[in-house]
């Protein structure tokens, strides 16, 4: 427990602390309301594994009182899944301000994605060679 608890407070430093260059992600079938982004520069690849943060944005305030959520996902480039890793809510829509949640947990599940989803256009920027 302590170890998951110095993970979180690990993550919510670096997360609060770095630049983003956030890149606008525009889906096919972008639900009303919310806007994707993420973040080239925060990628981390090993070998067939890529890691990223991505941004949503919502236009009002959701149940619980965040704008925005930053999520940290890992691609498996080589099956093209994909798995939750991290999720930090924020109270503005660019998560610029204070932390107002976390979730740390690294799911076993992996899933498919669709190929007009938001996760297929950043598997194209980060997982291709």
């Known amino acids: 427990m302590i ?11 670096v997360a ?8 606008e992600v525009r889906p096919a079938k972008q ?3 919310e806007t994707y982004y993420f973040d080239p520069m925060t990628a981390q690849k090993n ?27 890992e691609f498996d480039c080589s099956s093209n899944k994909i798995r ?10 660019i998560a610029a301000g204070a932390v107002i949640g976390a979730h740390h947990e ?7 994605f669709a190929t007009d989803s938001i996760f297929q256009h950043i ?7």
């Open 3 to 13: 170890k998951k608890c110095l993970l979180i407070f690990i993550l919510l430093i």
């Open 16 to 23: 609060t602390t770095a630049q983003a260059e956030w890149i």
């Open 31 to 33: 639900r009303q309301g």
């Open 47 to 73: 070998r067939q594994f890529s890691k990223i943060w991505l941004l949503t944005s919502y236009d009002s305030k959701q149940k619980g009182g965040y704008h925005a959520i930053k999520s940290r996902y």
């Open 84 to 93: 939750s890793i991290t999720m930090l809510l924020y109270p503005d829509k």
């Open 106 to 112: 690294e799911s076993q599940d992996w899933f498919d």
């Open 123 to 129: 598997f194209k920027v980060i997982c291709d060679d």
